[in-house]
Each structure stands twice: as C-alpha cells, then as structure tokens.
C-alpha cells in the first residue's frame, strides 16, 4: 500500500520474485513530459515518468543503474529505497500535450513527438497494479497519442497491458522494450533479478503475439553462459534486440559509473572478458545469425537503428 498527501510508510514491494520494503509517497508534478537532452537526445523528444524513484533498485537491474548517480534526484535517499507516485501524471500529460507536441515536431528527434517511458523509473513497479498510474497515462494516449511511444521495462507484468498497448498501437508506432541482460537466472555477488529471466522471455512472446513491436534490450549485457541458445529464443519470441555495453552505456563515456558498483567484479567472476567492449561486439556477432538486421547497439539500437 502507499499512503497519500506526501506521507511515508514502508511497504513489501515485490512481485513475485525480488522484493524489498521501500517508502512510498503521493506526489504531483507540472509537466510530466521532460524533453529529452544527453544519451536519448537521438531517441525520442521525451522521456516521461510515472513515478519518481524505483522500487526495483535494490534488485539486479539496480545495481549498475545510472539513475544511481543523479544527486539531484535521490536528494540523500538511497536508490531503491524510494518511490514518489505521481498520482496527477496523467492529466499532466494531457494538460501539456499540445505545447510540448508543437515543440517536438519542430525541434525534437526526427521531427516527432516521440516519448521513452520510462528512463527514471519502472513503469511497471509492483505498486502500478494498485495505483495504476502507467495504465492511467497510456489511456490518456489513446485520447491524444503521441507520434511514438517506446516502453521500456525490466518487469514481466507489462504484459498484462498488451490489449491496451495493443489499441494504443492503432493510433502511433509503439515499441515494447522488455530488459533481459543475461540468460542466468542468478549473477552471485549481485541481488536476484527484479522479474525472472524466464517470466520475461514469456512476456515477450505475449506482446509479439499480441501483434506488438517487441524489443530485447540486453542492457547492460552481463555475462551470458549459452549465447547462441539465448539470441536463438530472444528471436522467438522478439522482433529485434539491442544490445548495450555499460561502457558508453551507463552515461559516461568510459562506464565510469559503473565502475564505482559492485557490477563489474560480479561480471569478471564469471567472465574476465565481459567488461571489455569487445564482449558486447561478440555478442552482438552472436545475435545477428538469429536475428539478422534486427540488431542494434547501444543507442542507436534504442532509437531502432539496426545493423544491417
């Protein structure tokens, strides 16, 4: 449960696999809608964020997430140990559309009005499924769509939007990117994934049967034990795949960020060459027998740019 009008408690936040106790709160926010600047600059006009703070962070894909960093966003809270709901996201969304539309098509990516959700956060923390604020905010895109929608997600569950994203694909270009880093279900050293392996690549085929572009982002790419058996049923059950380094991935150009993490040890534990760069190129050599011209590298994958 959370509390409102900006009042704390503590609460079990897990769905089913990782779990921790966060302090959730109500909060409102003037424009959702925040125009892209830095690494998707080249991606979408926007990004757009349902809550502020994850309670995924302190699972794995919390341990070499860049948000980590953002000072001014944690404000001296821990990463994972926070989530604000933003209970008015999508009346602001509606309240700003036509002034942040106009801008978009006139000096945003590709001349679009295109919006990554989410960048920040999770839109599909366990708590999305009592304050439906993510559901909230893809209903108020069928009234107004945006040119294009790409949804990002470490969490299975976001299959159980599919017939909504579904009618909001008849209306713009959606693209569902579901994060899968590596085909272990366990990374010794690190917390257990936030959703399971296995529960994601199930997800994706709902969404790719549901007629949905659907995206792997192997993001950040962790050691993986059988790569030809894990790009051979990412191409089962997904469209295409991006696959992203920490290095030139995490927001610094040399995976500074990263490197402050427990991240980069847990990986050399079980592959000393996984930190390099050049892993991720093999990798991507990999992927492209299973999915040829459906790879893409690290933003440029995330922008739909493949390699041909």
């Not at 599919?162 to 010794?188: F, K, M, Q, Y």
Request: proline residues 5%.
């Amino acid at each position: 449960m959370y509390v409102p009008s900006g009042r704390a408690a503590r609460s079990f936040a897990g769905d089913g696999d990782a779990s921790d106790a966060d302090v959730i709160s109500e909060t409102t926010i003037k424009n959702v809608l925040t125009r892209t600047t830095g690494f998707l600059r080249t991606v979408t006009s926007h990004s757009l964020q349902p809550y502020c703070g994850c309670t995924y962070g302190n699972s794995l894909c919390g341990a070499g997430c860049y948000v980590r960093h953002n000072g001014r966003l944690l404000k001296g809270r821990a990463w994972g140990s926070f989530l604000e709901v933003r209970t008015n996201a999508a009346q602001s969304y509606l309240d700003n559309y036509d002034a942040e539309a106009a801008w978009a098509r006139r000096a945003g990516a590709q001349g679009l009005f295109s919006i990554f959700c989410s960048s920040s956060t999770d839109p599909f923390v366990p708590q999305e499924f009592r304050s439906g604020i993510t559901r909230a905010i893809l209903a108020a895109m069928l009234e107004r769509p945006p040119d294009r929608l790409i949804l990002q997600t470490h969490s299975h569950r976001v299959a159980e939007y599919a017939a909504l994203l579904r009618d909001l694909a008849d209306r713009c270009d959606v693209r569902v990117h579901v994060s899968i880093e590596t085909d272990r279900e366990e990374i010794p050293g690190l917390p257990p994934h936030a959703s399971s392996v296995a529960k994601r690549l199930a997800a994706c085929a709902r969404l790719k049967e549901a007629g949905l572009w659907t995206v792997v982002t192997v993001s950040p790419l962790l050691p993986i034990a059988d790569p030809d058996g894990f790009f051979a049923r990412i191409a089962e059950v997904a469209d295409a795949v991006v696959v992203d380094h920490y290095i030139g991935g995490d927001g610094s150009q040399d995976g500074s960020r990263t490197l402050k993490t427990a991240l980069p040890a847990a990986m050399r534990q079980l592959d000393a060459e996984s930190t390099e760069l050049s892993y991720r190129d093999r990798m991507a050599a990999v992927a492209r027998r299973y999915l040829p011209g459906r790879v893409g590298i690290s933003i440029d994958g995330f922008a739909g740019r493949y390699l041909p």
